[in-house]
Every structure is written in structure tokens, then in C-alpha cells.
């Protein structure tokens, strides 16, 4: 499986863009469904503010690293409208 992962191994992602955002800057969240200290079922693992390339205006990439076992969400919001997610993907960490 694509989205199942191993505890400490490399995430990597890739976020895809179909239109320029005006500020190009992204808020990228991963939360943990079911966390130890969870709010309403989730609890916030990562976050990072990306400015997106001039040279690369519609897509951004790196990784993530997580050593607890557990399924999460990664959510992807514009600094333009940061109530709109505009791209969402599931995945798993698993021994």
C-alpha cells in the first residue's frame, strides 16, 4: 500500500495546485485521528507554513517524519482563504 507507512520512515508528499494562490503561502497540517490528547477525535501532529517557489507556483514537496503508530490526515489550507481545505489525503503508520 502507498499510504501505509513504517514508525521513523520518510512520508514524503507532494502537493499539486491547480490554480496560483494570490499570497503563495500554504498552511500545511497533519492531525492524528484519535490521538492520546484528542480534541473532538483529532489531534494536531504537525504543522508548517510553506511560500510557495516563484519558479514552482503550483506545487510544493518534502517530507514528514512520525515514530507513533497511528492513522492521520494531512490538510493543505491557502493563507488566502484559510477556512477552505483545498487538498486532503489519509495515511498510516504502522510496526
Known amino acids: 500500500n502507498t499510504n501505509v507507512f513504517k514508525p521513523g520512515e520518510r512520508v514524503y508528499y507532494l502537493i499539486t495546485l491547480p490554480k496560483k ?3 503563495q503561502m500554504l ?3 497533519v492531525l ?4 492520546e490528547g484528542e480534541r473532538l477525535g483529532y489531534e494536531l501532529a504537525w504543522g508548517k507554513r510553506v511560500k510557495l517557489r516563484t519558479e514552482q507556483p503550483h506545487y510544493f514537496s518534502d517530507y ?5 503508530a ?3 490526515a494531512m490538510r493543505v ?3 488566502d482563504k484559510p477556512t477552505k ?3 486532503s489525503a489519509y ?3 504502522r510496526n
Open 64 to 68: 514528514v517524519v512520525f515514530n507513533s
Open 21 to 23: 494562490v494570490k499570497t
Open 70 to 72: 497511528g492513522a492521520y
Open 85 to 87: 481545505v483545498l487538498t
Open 77 to 79: 489550507y491557502s493563507r
Open 27 to 29: 498552511l500545511v497540517q
Open 91 to 93: 495515511f498510516y503508520v
Open 32 to 35: 492524528k485521528i484519535g490521538g
